[in-house]
C-alpha cells in the first residue's frame, strides 16, 4: 500500500490576487467605519436621552408649579393622603407618567407622593436650591430608586417660595428607550455596511478586469520587468499620453531624439521642436518604417496607438545608411568605369581598323583627338573647380552622365577657389544634386544637366539646372522633407533622405537650399552657403567629416 500523503496545512493569510486582497481591503474599510459610526452615534446618544428626561421633568414640574391652587392648597391644608394636593399631584403624574410628582413645603415635608405612606415625611434628597429660588435637573436615586429629575420652587400669589415640586422620570424607561434604538442603529450600519460591501466588489470586479486578474506579486514583477527591458532593448521607446506629452522615454531613445528626462511630462512640440520627428512621433505622419532625421542620426520611426495614449518606437539607421550611400558611391564608380571601358573598347576597334586598312596618319590623329578630349575635359573642370576633391567629382559624374546620353555641362561663369571651408559637405551637396538630375533627365530627348558653382566674396553659390519635367510648385517644400521621394526606392535602403541631407547641410552653415523653375523648363536647385571659404590669406581648412556628412553621401531623392 502506498503511504498515507501527509496532511496538507491550512494556511491563513491574505489572498494573492489583487481583486481578493482589494475586496477584503474594501470590505474590512467599510466594516470599520460602520462600527465606528455606530459608536460615535451611540456614545452621545445616551447622554441625549437622560438630558431629554431630565428637561421633561423639568417642564412637567414647571407646568405644576405654575397652577396657583396648588400654592394655595400648600399654604391651606394639611399633609394627607386624600387632601388636594396629593389628588392634583396623582392626576399630573398618571396623565404625563412620570414617576412621581412631589409637591414638598419649605422644610421638605411632602404634601404628595406614589407611596401615600411617604406623605409627610422629609424628601430624600436636598430640596435647598429649588427652595432657594433655583431650577435644578439631575439624575439621582431615591425611594424609587433612580431617576431623572426636575425640581422648581413653588411661589404663591404674591410670589414667595412656599415650597418646591419635584418630579422624576423612570431611569429604566431611558434606559429601554436607549435599548430599543440600537436594533434600529444596528439596521441602519448593517444596510450602509452592506453597500459598501457592493459598491467594494463591484470596484473590485473592474479592478479585476483591468488587471487581468494578477496578483500584487505579479504586478511588482511585471513592472520590474518593463524597467529591465525598455532600459536594456537597442530600440528607442517613447509612450506618450492622450494630450501629446512624453509619458515615458527610456535610455535609447533619450540618447537618439538627444533629449533627457527633463522632457518627460512636456509636449513633443517643447520638448523636440518643430521637424517630421515631432511629426512622425505625434501621428501627423502616419505610415510604417517612417524615416526621419534628427540631428546627425536617420531614424526609422514607428507609431502605435493606445487606448491612452500612445507607443513610438525609434531605430538608429544611421550606419546602414552610411552602408548604403557607401554602396552607391561604389556603384557610381563601377558605372563610371563601365563607361570609360566601353568608351575605351570602342575606340580601340576603331583605332584596330585604322591600323589594318594602314591608315597611319588617320590613326595617330584619331588617337591625338581622344587624348585631347580627355585632357581638355578634365582641364576645363580643374581650371573653374581649383578644389580637388569636387573637381574629381564632376569628371566622374561627366562620364557616367555620357554613359547615360546626357550632357553634363559646367556653366561658364563657374569659377570657386581653392579655399573651401568644408570640402566634404559641398561634394556630398553637390553630388546629391547631380544625382537627382540626371535621374530626371534620363530618358529624354538632348537631356542636359548644368553645373554653376562660383564664390562672392566668402559665400559659395552652387546652381544645378536640369531640362527635366520639373517639380510642381506645391511639391517645392515636400521635397525636401525626410522619407519624400517620387521614386521607388533601392533594395538596401530607403529613398527621401538625400535632399534632406543637402538642406541640413546647407542650414548647419547658415545657408539655404531651394529649387524653383529652371529658364528652359526643368528644375534648378540652388543652394548658398555663407562663410563656405575662407579668407584669401589664410590656408584651406582641412575639416573631417561630421557624422551627418559620412551619412550623406549621393543620396538621390
Known sequence: MSPTPPARRL???????????????????????????????LAPLSDQLDDQAM????????????????????????????????????????????????????????????????????????PGQALAGHEVMQIDDGTLGRTARGKVPLRDGDGRIVGAVSVG???????????????GLLAYAGGALAVGALAAWLISRRVQRQTRDLAFSDISALLAEREAMLHGIREGVV???????????????????????????????????????????????TGTDLLTVRGQRVLVANRMPTDDGAVA??????????????LDSTRGLIDALRAQDHEHANRMHTLLGLLELEMYDDAVEFVGEVVGDHRATAEQVAEKIQDPLLAALLVGKATVAAERGVTLHLSDRTRLPDRLVDPRGLVTIVGNLVDNALDAVAGTP?????????????????????????????????????GWST?????????????????????????????????????????????????????????????????????SR
Not at 544637366?449 to 506645391?474: H, Q, W
Not at 540652388?526 to 557624422?547: C, G, K, Q
Open 313 to 326: 518606437t525609434l531605430r538608429d539607421r544611421t550606419e546602414l545608411e552610411q552602408l548604403g550611400r557607401e
Open 169 to 183: 422620570i423612570a431611569y429604566d424607561s431611558v434606559r429601554a428607550r436607549l435599548l430599543h434604538a440600537i436594533p
Open 11 to 41: 494556511r491563513l493569510g491574505l489572498p494573492r490576487r489583487m481583486f481578493a486582497q482589494v475586496l477584503l481591503m474594501q470590505v474590512a474599510i467599510a466594516a470599520g467605519v460602520a462600527v465606528l459610526a455606530t459608536g460615535l452615534f
Open 446 to 482: 538632348h537631356a542636359r544637366v548644368e553645373v554653376e558653382s562660383r564664390a562672392e566674396g566668402r559665400t559659395a553659390i552652387l546652381r544645378v539646372r536640369d531640362t527635366g519635367p520639373g517639380i510642381p510648385e506645391e511639391h517645392r517644400e515636400l521635397i525636401f522633407t525626410e
Open 487 to 555: 521614386k521607388k526606392p533601392p533594395a538596401h535602403r530607403e529613398r527621401g533622405i538625400g535632399l534632406s541631407l543637402v538642406r541640413r547641410l546647407a542650414e548647419r552653415q547658415g545657408g539655404t537650399a531651394t529649387v524653383g523653375e529652371a529658364a528652359g523648363g526643368g528644375a534648378e536647385f540652388t543652394v548658398v552657403l555663407p562663410e563656405a571659404l575662407a579668407e584669401p590669406d589664410l590656408e584651406p581648412a582641412l575639416t573631417l567629416p561630421s557624422a551627418a556628412q559620412t551619412t550623406a553621401e549621393e543620396e
Open 55 to 126: 428637561r421633561r421633568a423639568l417642564s412637567i414640574a414647571q407646568t405644576t408649579a405654575a397652577q396657583p391652587q396648588i400654592a394655595e392648597d400648600l399654604v391651606s391644608t394639611r399633609a394627607t393622603a386624600g387632601g388636594p394636593v396629593q389628588r392634583e399631584a396623582e392626576r399630573i403624574r398618571k396623565a404625563t407618567r412620570a414617576e412621581y410628582v412631589v409637591v414638598m413645603n419649605r422644610r421638605g415635608v411632602r404634601w404628595s407622593h406614589p407611596t401615600p405612606s411617604e406623605i409627610g415625611r422629609i424628601v430624600s434628597t436636598d
Open 239 to 285: 509612450a506618450l499620453d492622450r494630450g501629446g506629452c512624453i509619458r515615458l522615454l527610456n535610455d535609447e531613445a533619450q540618447r537618439l531624439l538627444g533629449i533627457g528626462d527633463e522632457a518627460v511630462g512636456r509636449s513633443l512640440d517643447e520638448a523636440l521642436g518643430e521637424g517630421r520627428t515631432t511629426d512622425v512621433l505625434a501621428g501627423r505622419v
